[in-house]
T-cell receptor, first 111, second 113 residues
Framework: DAGVTQSPTHLIKTRGQQVTLRCSPI?????VSWYQQVLGQGPQFIFQ???????GRGNFPDRFSARQFPNYSSELNVNALLLGDSALYLC??????????FGSGTRLTVV | DQQVKQNSPSLSVQEGRISILNCDYT??????FLWYKKYPAEGPTFLIS?????DKNEDGRFTVFLNKSAKHLSLHIVPSQPGDSAVYFC????????????FGTGTRLKVLA
């Protein structure tokens, strides 16, 4: 079975640009969450979606947005990129609540 | 405000011995706790979880202990193997709210052969 797949794996963007990160959950999983992991820190919660509805939002600015599609895949968008947005962005999926399975992440570098 | 703390950034253990990783939390609303393992260039991998109605959960070589009064949990790995070398994250959630996990900063475990 395919795990959680994220694309792209690596990305370099310039300050002020916009970026879209993509995530395909494990088949049958209806919940997708996004996390940001800065070097040396644990993952920080950004969003959770369940059945295409936003169920939770972390302490991130409005430049961060996400959506979930009818096939349960998800996109994370970040506008007006800052140097501090450089991080590993992790997507995780679950059937409902708990025991999320994480993807390998997208490494975003903002220069 | 770090609600989940892993105060030991690194730990070295001899192969075959016990590894004990510790985690403290401050939010009394947390009622579900997990441990994830992370290798470089991979996403975190779920290891073991425990609900607040229990004080111990065991899965093979991995055991998690929860002390609610002390707001402390620990992960025991017995016996430790070189393949266990990774960064271990403790995470907590309050299941009555959004199903978000609050992660600690991680402990890098090195198992020496």
């Amino acid at each position: 079975d395919a795990g959680v797949t994220q694309s792209p794996t690596h990305l370099i963007k310039t300050r002020g640009q916009q970026v879209t990160l993509r995530c395909s959950p494990i088949s049958g999983h209806k919940s997708v969450s996004w996390y940001q992991q800065v070097l040396g820190q644990g993952p920080q919660f950004i969003f959770q979606y369940y059945e295409k509805e936003e169920r939770g939002r972390g302490n991130f600015p409005d430049r961060f947005s996400a959506r979930q599609f009818p096939n349960y895949s998800s996109e994370l968008n970040v506008n007006a990129l800052l140097l501090g947005d450089s991080a590993l962005y992790l997507c995780a999926s679950s059937r409902g609540q708990g025991d999320y399975t994480f993807g390998s992440g997208t490494r975003l570098t903002v220069v | 405000d770090q609600q989940v703390k892993q105060n030991s950034p690194s730990l070295s253990v001899q192969e075959g011995r016990i590894s004990i990783l510790n985690c403290d939390y401050t939010n009394s609303m947390f009622d579900y706790f997990l441990w994830y393992k992370k290798y470089p260039a991979e996403g975190p991998t779920f290891l073991i979880s425990i609900s607040s109605i229990k004080d111990k959960n065991e899965d093979g070589r991995f055991t998690v202990f929860l002390n609610k009064s002390a707001k402390h949990l620990s992960l025991h790995i017995v016996p430790s193997q070189p393949g266990d070398s990774a960064v271990y994250f403790c995470a907590a959630s309050a299941t009555s709210g959004t199903y978000k996990y609050i992660f600690g900063t991680g402990t890098r475990l090195k198992v020496l052969a």
